[in-house]
């Protein structure tokens, strides 16, 4: 089995896995292994590849993340292929482990009913006392925040993401998805404690220590047309972590800017920028907050790149920047507006700063009569984006590894190539021991003749088990699954770290009944 590769830069002094330093001789006894970082932020722009970064640099001046510290590229394929979805790209972030397009937080074939949960970032945090918190742009129920802390075979089940959320002990949940949770769901998560709000007004009088914050009925509406009801991304974090906070062990944050990746969709550039810049807020937010501490970690990164943009349409400068930044709506809200009867050059023209052609106008026109519910934000996507510089290679997700950035304890500048999996197990050691010391290729062996004899039951085997994750395929790894369901997780890696690991004596001639539920731990 490949082992998974920790992140050099962020925490380990010296690279392990496959590239790892031959030669090294440190000690690594289970006194080198720390107490873990106390705060966590997980900043997720979905589909933000790296283009729109620097489209949105263009129009709007450097970035707040573009001043952090360079981790890297991270690979972001699934069991699926070369191109994932958010469902996919999600569970690798949060759990180490690749899955198949669709699946949240478990491991199994893609087409099965039944497969086996897997403990994420979220919940590891959870057991170890820290406060935790999902932040969206989406709905809340949506991929990437529902595969840091429920467990379904498809992404479609929202109903029941919603359902696991009220057994989750999330302390905060904010985002959209309003129409996923019904009354009777609305009274189990105000019984679980939850104070649920529903505008911008609700937020600022919160008085709550957890809060269910469902701030629009579908995903949140597009920065460039909501109202003052609706509270911007940064507020819903600041507001999260004012919670978090509190809890003497710490806490773990993940908050999405996810609609940048569905002005994407649409090839709507204006949109696109108008969310990125709204993420880049946050991120600015998160690093003033980490600045003042020694003991919190900030990391950025997106989960995919969607609709393949292009930094400029042609040489020189091709982007009409103050076009893009003046903008007064998304290619949706102009589609409707055409819909409910305004003239194509009023509805475009009043709204962005271009001057559309006879031609525009009639291709606009064919997109309002074809069938297909984003055919005509479609068709304004591709004739805006001609008048303001840009091009798209298509409306779906596109294959390229992701830039991470990350400040706060335990970074380092590198330049290298990981995959999701990585980070993920990266963060998890982080969260757990703290700066990681090198192991040399003599000491890897007799460690792992060790735990395939004896099995794992130290600080130092939680800690190496780490690289396992995955999978159990062969001796190895099949002692460090230690609730014999098949893979190394983390929830393993919390049962050896805790001294409940069995030994392989007590294990002989059976394997352990799969845990119905993560939340169980």
């Not at 460039?224 to 911007?232: A, G, N």
């Not at 943009?309 to 055409?338: D, F, K, V």
């Not at 291709?363 to 519910?373: F, L, M, V």
């Amino acid at each position: 089995m490949r082992r998974r590769q920790f992140v050099t830069a962020l925490g380990a002094t010296g690279l392990l896995g496959a590239t790892g330093s031959a030669g090294a001789q440190s000690d690594v006894s289970a006194n080198h292994l720390g107490g873990g970082v106390e705060n966590v932020i997980v900043l997720i722009g979905d589909g933000m590849g790296f283009d729109p970064i620097e489209v949105t640099s263009v129009v709007h001046g450097d970035l707040s993340l573009q001043s952090m510290t360079g981790v890297g590229y991270t690979r972001t394929n699934s069991r699926s292929g070369e191109v994932t979805d958010s469902a996919a790209a999600g569970t690798a972030l949060a759990t180490g482990h690749k899955a198949n397009n669709g699946q949240i937080s478990v491991r199994g074939d893609a087409d099965d009913d039944d497969p086996t949960p897997l403990l994420t970032q979220l919940e590891l945090a959870q057991a170890r006392g820290k406060a935790t918190g999902l932040v969206s742009t989406t709905r809340i129920t949506h991929a990437t925040p529902a595969a840091y802390a429920s467990h379904v075979p498809d992404r479609d089940m929202e109903a029941t993401i919603a359902a696991q959320y009220a057994n989750s002990d999330v302390d905060v949940l904010m985002g959209g998805g309003r129409r996923e949770f019904d009354d009777d769901l609305l009274e189990r998560m105000r019984g679980a404690g939850y104070e649920v709000l529903f505008d911008a007004d609700d937020l600022e009088a919160a008085s709550g220590d957890r809060l269910l914050g469902l701030f629009d009925d579908s995903h949140v509406t597009y920065t460039l047309d909501r109202d003052e009801s609706i509270p911007s991304l940064s507020e819903m974090t600041a507001a999260a972590v004012d919670r978090l906070e509190d809890e003497d062990d710490g806490f773990f944050l993940m908050v999405e800017g996810g609609r940048i990746d569905h002005a994407e969709h649409g090839n709507d550039i204006q949109t696109t920028v108008a969310e990125t810049e709204a993420f880049d807020e946050v991120v600015d937010w998160a690093l003033e907050y980490a600045e003042t501490r020694d003991d919190t970690l900030v990391v950025v990164t997106s989960d995919h790149e969607t609709g393949g943009l292009a930094t400029g349409s042609g040489y020189g400068s091709p982007i009409e920047a103050e076009a893009i930044r003046n903008a007064e709506a998304s290619n949706a809200a102009i589609a409707a507006a055409i819909e409910e009867g305004t003239p194509i050059r009023e509805a475009v023209e009043g709204r962005v700063d271009v001057a559309l052609t006879d031609e525009d106008v009639e291709r606009i026109a064919d997109a309002k009569d074809a069938d297909g519910p984003f055919a005509l934000s479609n068709a304004l996507g591709a004739v805006l984006s001609d008048h303001l510089g840009v091009s798209w290679a298509s409306n779906v997700h596109t294959g390229p590894a992701q830039t991470v950035m990350a400040a706060g304890p335990h970074v380092d500048p590198f330049n290298g190539w990981i995959h999701h999996t990585d980070l993920s197990v990266t963060l998890a050691a982080l969260l757990l021991f703290g700066r990681l010391p090198r192991v040399s290729d003599s000491q890897r062996e007799f460690w792992e003749r060790k735990i395939v004899r004896k099995g794992p039951s130290s600080r130092l085997d939680a800690w190496l088990a780490l690289e396992y994750v995955g999978p159990a395929t062969d001796d190895l790894t099949e002692a460090l699954d230690v609730d014999g369901n098949g893979v190394v997780d983390y929830r393993d890696i919390l049962l050896i770290l805790e001294g409940d690991a069995p030994s392989p004596s007590a294990e002989a001639g059976r394997r352990r009944e799969a845990i119905g539920s993560v939340h169980d731990l």
